[in-house]
């Protein structure tokens, strides 16, 4: 069982990056998924989740500029971000909360580099 993330690179302050995020292996039922960031220093914080069913959660700072969706058919999450500011700079890791063969548990992805230049 893993979660591979792609996207993330460098972009300019205002623009736009999209990530995603497919969990793959012996997956039972796929709960909640989400994405968190660590910058330099720092430590991790989440960015948004969002349920099974859909429903969305984001932290304050991202409101309004990221969106979050998931694509259940693919088991794959979303991250779409917009009106980028250098203080999103962060290796962003994908999370989902998995039940597998030998249980529930959350998973990580390997991170994936957002660097947003002034």
């Known amino acids: 069982v893993q979660l591979q993330a792609s996207g993330g690179g460098l972009v300019q302050a205002g623009g736009s990056l999209g990530l995603s995020c497919a969990a793959s292996?012996?997956?039972?039922?796929?709960?909640?998924m989400g994405w968190y960031r660590q910058a330099p220093g720092k430590q991790r914080e989440l960015v948004a989740t969002i349920t099974s069913g859909g429903a969305t959660n984001y932290a304050d700072s991202v409101k309004g500029r990221f969106t979050i969706s998931r694509d259940n058919t693919k088991n794959t999450v979303y991250l779409q971000m917009r009106s980028l500011r250098p203080e999103d700079t962060a290796v962003y890791y994908c999370?989902?909360?998995?039940?597998?063969?030998?249980?529930?548990?959350?998973?990580w992805g390997q991170g994936t580099q957002v660097t947003v230049s002034s």
């Open positions: 999370n989902a909360d998995l039940r597998v063969l030998g249980g529930r548990r959350p998973y």
């Open positions: 292996g012996s997956i039972l039922s796929i709960y909640d």
